[in-house]
């Protein structure tokens, strides 16, 4: 059985940092691209960051520069989160080869 389960997640103040991270059980990322979506009630789910099997990274114009996604084994994926900003709360869901976890909170206060 196919799994996605991120951790991290938390409550902080504006500036600070987080470390997501994203582990796969029944499934390695080595395939395609591993990505890092958010979605915050009432919105669409939108695209933060991915990372690619070429070990090529993308990142959202709202988080370039302050994020930073990275891959640790086959099995986890991480995303650094530096400089947070309120606009950044939100679930922060992994995806991979059409699989969702089931995110994790993100609160940033300022």
């Known amino acids: 059985q196919v799994q996605l389960v991120e951790s991290g997640g938390g409550a902080v103040q504006a500036g600070k940092s987080l470390t997501l991270s994203c582990a796969a059980s029944?499934?390695?990322?080595?395939?395609?691209?591993v990505a890092w979506y958010r979605q915050v009630p009432g919105e669409v789910r939108e695209l933060v960051a991915y990372f690619t099997s070429a070990d090529t990274t993308g990142y959202a114009d709202f988080v370039k520069g302050r994020f930073t996604v990275s891959r640790g084994n086959a099995n986890a994926v991480y995303l650094q989160m530096d400089s947070l900003q309120a606009e950044d709360t939100g679930i922060y869901y992994c995806?991979?080869?059409?699989?969702w976890g089931r995110g994790t909170q993100v609160t940033v206060s300022s």
């Open positions: 995806y991979y080869e059409r699989y």
């Open positions: 029944g499934i390695t990322f080595d395939l395609g691209s």
